[in-house]
């Protein structure tokens, strides 16, 4: 027997239980079959009859629920609020999203509460803003106030909120892009074609008041570019391109910021083509350009062409051949040794005797091997007053400035051209008076010479003391010496005050070069100072001197005074050097064409010859190292040399005198260190 | 004594004819006109005041803006500093129109005196906000400076605001309105959630504030120097 399961009931044969069948019925709606269950229900209703009925009846309620499972049902899921926005400051819309919505129609309530109120409000207008949105419309929006809003979702099942959002108007600005954007090529006469590109600003925000302020941006490409050329407009509505390339097609887009907001989406494209002969007007600029250049060029050819080897010449001159001034090849060819050298200007080779004027004469006095000294030559170049001290392997350093006949010279005949330099009086007198101990009236002498500063200063009112006039005792192991100035640091140093010179310019004044400085003696001072024993090029030396201007070369060649004759008691007669330097032993001012130096007054620490000049009872300085001596100009005026004596400027020339002196500073170094 | 009577209705009269006919001549909104000695170097000089003070407001509020979201990116995570900072500004009780049409329809002298008395209140806390920023450990050397650089602008625009204010309605007296500042303590205390949520609460008022004066500067500035078309 089939069994119709219907709604209306079961039919079956047995109607013991019409109302079993009914409720079975009743409870299953669904057309499942479930014959087979009754079948077995049914075939046990002789048995149990009351227990199946309640098993049944659980058992199909069961049923009933699992269906109802399988098919997902459930609350709903929590809702977010995800974005809020204003499009102009007056009014906005907050849009959430959906949690699952658990299988069933799922009502969503937005509620919320303002920052200063209690109560809660719901919102005003869902549609809008479209689906899942709130829009609130000017009476409900307050600026600078804080928004609480709450997404509520609710369905059969159950319901759910969201977290609370905090939001305030102010910051949310976003507002819509700009409308009618046109654009317009425009060709005018005398100017360059341009687009010229205008917008409006968005139909919702009121920028007339001032409520909003509205800043733009444009951007255009031509339609195949990849990338987009943007710029900045600032708060105007329009915009003009230059520079555009004809024949493509354009397309410009812009978009809006407000003055404390975000930037709004970009409006539609709007596109333009550019006609071909959308070009410059710089064609004729282009034209000028080119004719320039080929008219240049033209000119450059030619000129070249007219004068090509002259500037080739000049560019690249020609590399001479080797040349002998009055060589004459020929003769050389022939054999003629005599001839050709004569040729060359040159006398009898080997030289003799006779070529004073061009052979040096070295008056050695060598005492343990070291010294020299050098005889200047007056051919010399003045500004050399290096003397390097043969005997010293390491033949370098210091030539002394001081030294340097060269420089000596030149001060004498500064002193007249400008009295003002010779500071130095005092330090001449003083530089000479170690040296001319014994010619000075006040006899300095030996003793102060034998290089005690302090006697040094304790000799009569000159400048103390001459550190150069340190006794010969100094080994001269070294060829450097230190320039007068060092010297006369070091003597400074350890005199102490050495001060009855005009202070340390004083002693230092000895090189006279440095002297030479308006004010100079100060500064000689420090100058001699600052270099401390560094005599390590003639370059130094050439700053001692400060007169002269000219570098000291290094290789100096030696100075060498030509020693006339030597008379009969010892006393060297020597020809003053020829250029205006000489006059080494005399003022400048009055060259002489020698100098006699009537003796030698004595030899100082075998080393010092201590020179008497005939002419004035000045003292050579003896020609010795480093023994730079300023001729006192008068004994009698020692330390109080003042320039105004100078005009003669003996003393300049006196140091001259001391030329050939080299100052040797290990002899100087030893008593200060 | 008729003629007395006479001449005294007449005077009365014309008083009153020239009453009404200055009411009907009058603006509707009824607020005094600006620039009473009409000389064209007030116009002139106004619209540079106004130009000025708005450069600055913006100016001002940029800085706070950053100023609060350094602050806020570095110290308020996760800290739910935004639930407390609920109705806590300290000039929550000078009245201030909340929208753009309460805004537009306050009278211009009252607007400049509302922006005034929110100028002046904000004297003392960015003083003592600049001193405890110092103060704080490692003091973080953006807000350091923008908060030197506020105070330092505030005084600024606070003094192009009473020039204005002296230009636009000259010889009228001002009652100095302003709310008093009582966030100190908080700012000193030990607890440090306490003093960040102080800080926090202080920045997130300057922001606020200083964007109300800058839109109410805004929209006076366009009312009454380009008449309402910028």
């Not at chain 1, 849009?95 to 509460?113: C, I, M, R, S, V």
């Not at chain 1, 494209?269 to 064609?283: G, L, Q, V, Y």
């Not at chain 2, 009824?30 to 170097?41: D, E, K, T």
Request: include cysteine; hydrophobic fraction near 35%; proline fraction near 8%.
């Amino acid at each position: 027997m089939g069994l119709n399961v219907t709604s209306r009931g079961v039919k079956t044969e047995n109607e013991d239980n019409p109302l079993e069948a009914a409720t079975l019925g009743s409870l299953i709606p669904h057309s499942v079959s479930i014959e087979p269950l009754i079948h077995f229900l049914w075939k046990e209703k002789g048995a149990n009859m009351k227990e199946n009925v309640a098993s049944t009846v659980v058992f199909i309620l069961l049923l009933f629920l699992n269906t109802n499972l399988l098919n997902g049902q459930s609350p709903p899921g929590k809702p977010e609020i995800f974005k809020c926005r204003s499009p102009e400051k007056e009014t906005f819309t907050c849009w959430w999203k959906p949690g699952a919505d658990g299988g069933l129609p799922t009502n969503y309530t937005l509620t919320y509460h303002k920052e200063g109120e209690t109560f809660t409000h719901e919102c005003p207008d869902y549609k809008t803003g479209g689906p899942n949105s709130c829009y609130f419309n000017k009476k409900h929006t307050s600026i600078w106030t804080i928004y609480i809003i709450t997404v509520n979702a609710t369905n059969q099942m159950g319901s759910s909120s969201s977290d609370p959002r905090y939001v305030d108007v102010t910051y949310i600005v976003e507002p819509d892009p700009p409308v009618n954007l046109t654009l317009e090529l425009k060709q005018p006469e005398d100017r360059k074609p341009y687009l010229w590109i205008k917008w409006f600003p968005p139909t919702l925000v009121d920028v007339r008041s001032g409520w909003l302020t509205l800043q733009y941006e444009i951007r255009l490409k031509p339609e195949k570019a990849a990338e987009w050329e943007t710029h900045f407009a600032g708060q105007q509505t329009q915009f003009k391109i230059l520079s555009l390339y004809p024949g493509q097609k354009y397309l410009v887009q812009v978009h809006c910021k407000p003055d404390h907001g975000f930037w709004s989406e970009w409006s539609p494209e709007s596109s333009i083509p550019i006609p071909n002969d959308f070009s410059m007007t710089d064609a004729t600029v282009w034209i000028f350009v080119a004719v320039l250049s080929a008219v240049i060029c033209l000119i450059m050819v030619w000129v070249v062409a007219l004068k090509g080897y002259s500037m080739v010449t000049c560019i690249l001159p020609p590399v001479p051949g080797p040349k002998i001034k009055g060589f004459d090849t020929h003769l050389l060819e022939k054999g003629k040794s005599e001839e050709l050298l004569s040729a060359l200007g040159c006398q009898d080779f080997p030289p003799t005797s006779d070529c004073e004027d061009l052979l040096v004469e070295f008056l050695e006095v060598d005492d343990s091997g070291d010294q020299q000294l050098l005889a200047a030559h007056s051919k010399e170049h003045p500004g050399q007053g290096v003397k390097p001290m043969h005997s010293d392997p390491d033949s370098d350093s210091g030539r002394g400035s001081c030294d340097s006949p060269s420089l000596l010279s030149e001060k004498c005949d500064e002193p007249r051209a400008n009295p003002s330099k010779f500071h130095t009086p005092e330090g001449l007198e003083k530089a000479e008076k170690p040296e001319t101990n014994v010619t000075q009236p006040q006899g300095p002498q030996s003793t102060s010479v034998e290089g005690k500063i302090p006697s040094l200063h304790a000799s009569g009112s000159q400048s103390s003391t001459w550190p150069l006039l340190q006794p010969p005792g100094l080994h001269y192991s070294r060829s450097s010496y230190h320039s007068v100035a060092d010297v006369c640091k070091l003597g400074l140093g350890t005199a102490g005050a050495a001060s009855t010179l005009l202070d340390k310019t004083d002693t230092c004044a000895l090189k006279p070069s440095q002297t030479i400085e308006t004010g100079g003696e100060g500064k000689a001072a420090e100058r001699g100072e600052s270099e401390s024993f560094r005599f390590k090029t003639d370059q130094d030396a050439a700053r001692l001197l400060p007169q002269d201007k000219t570098p000291l070369t290094s290789a100096k060649p030696l100075e060498y005074v030509e020693i006339h004759k030597v008379s009969k008691d010892g006393a060297l007669a020597l020809l003053p050097k020829q250029n205006e330097h000489s006059g080494r032993a005399e003022k400048t001012s009055t060259p002489e064409t020698s100098k006699e130096y009537s003796k030698v007054s004595r030899v100082m620490e075998s080393n010092i010859l201590v020179l008497v000049q005939n002419r004035r009872a000045q003292n050579l300085a003896p020609f010795e190292e480093p023994a730079k001596e300023a001729p006192p100009s008068l004994p009698q005026n020692p330390a109080a040399v003042d320039l105004a004596s100078f005009p003669a400027a003996p003393s300049s020339c006196r140091l001259q005198l001391g030329g050939l002196d080299y100052l040797h500073p290990t002899g100087f170094m030893h008593p200060f260190q | 004594m008729d003629n007395k009577g006479s001449s005294q209705k007449a005077g009365s009269l014309l008083l009153l004819l020239l009453l009404v006919s200055n009411l009907l001549l009058c603006k509707s909104v009824a607020s005094l006109p600006i620039c009473p000695s009409g000389a064209v170097n007030c116009q002139v000089s106004l619209r540079d005041l106004f130009d000025r003070a708005v450069i600055l407001s913006h100016y001002i509020h940029n800085l706070s803006s950053e100023m609060f979201n350094e602050f806020d990116k570095r110290y308020a995570q996760g800290r739910g500093f935004i639930t407390k900072a609920i109705n806590s500004c300290h000039t929550s009780s000078l009245s201030t129109p909340e929208d753009k049409e309460q805004a537009q329809q306050v009278h211009h002298e009252v607007l400049l005196s509302m922006i005034l008395g929110v100028l002046r209140s904000w004297n003392d806390p960015l003083y003592h906000l600049v001193t405890e920023v110092r103060g704080m450990q490692e003091a973080p050397e953006s807000i350091l400076s923008r908060a030197i650089e506020i105070e330092e602008q505030n005084k600024r625009l606070l003094e192009g605001m009473e020039k204005i204010v002296g230009q636009v309605h000259p010889g009228v007296k001002e009652n100095e309105v302003y709310s008093v500042w009582s966030g100190l303590p908080s700012l000193q205390m030990a607890d440090e959630d306490t003093r960040l949520f102080a800080f926090y609460n202080l920045l997130h008022c300057l922001r606020r504030d200083s964007h109300k004066i800058d839109s109410y500067l805004k929209l006076l500035k366009c009312r009454i120097i380009y008449d309402s078309n910028c």
